[in-house]
């Protein structure tokens, strides 16, 4: 390989900081990135990684990656403080499956995004990847306006599903809620998912946050489904 290609190899390469305080999670973890040809650190606690950051704010940190249930600095707090330092770094977040309230708040917080335990290993690579390339753009002004523009071809009642869904409710909740059946809150939501082009609940909440949906829907006067 010639010196000039190793070079543009090098600068390429990621460097994640995987932070969680289960070893065997850290390990397997590290484990993956580095077989993807990323390198990877790893801390048994938000305090410990806020210890080994540099003076200088950590300009090279890399992406961080880190559990959002932890003792002590849980991830919520870790992303507060790294805001405070100025941290740039774009932080993803593991959550518990179907923990999609702790995810709203995460990026709300700060986070590039989130992942749900357990993952798939080529789904966290993809969303290690997007958030590396994400905080290499000028800016996420692009970004939030497609998200925005996709929002909007929602209908009141697609939109209004979402954001009760965005606070952690199941389909039975929502439905009780809007005073609708779950039958129909499983079509509205089908008809969401489909809309804004993604196949899941969890792309859906990150669209919907980059478009700065979210506030709370708890207050709504039920409307006819």
Partial sequence: MEKGNMAVEQHLRR??????????????????????????????????????????????????????????????????????????????????????????????????????????????????????????LPGAAGAASESASRIAELSAREREVLELLMTGKQNKEVARKLGLSPRTIELHRARMLAKLGVGSLAEAVRLAVQAGLGSPAEDRTPEAG
Avoid: N, W
């Fill in 15 to 136: 460097r994640v900081h995987v932070i969680d305080d289960d070893d065997a999670v850290r390990r397997a973890v590290a484990m993956l990135l580095r077989s993807a040809g990323m390198d990877a650190e790893t801390y048994p606690s938000g305090a410990a990684f806020l210890d080994a950051l540099p003076v200088s704010g950590c300009a090279d940190t890399g992406c961080i990656l880190t559990d959002v249930r932890m003792p002590g600095l849980d991830g919520l707090e870790l992303l507060r403080r790294l805001k405070a330092l100025g941290v740039q770094a774009p932080v993803v977040i593991m959550t518990a499956h179907g923990d999609i309230a702790t995810a709203v708040q995460a990026m709300k917080a700060g986070a590039a995004d989130f992942v749900e335990k357990p993952f798939d290993d080529s789904a966290l690579l993809d969303t290690i990847e997007a958030a590396c390339g994400r905080s290499e």
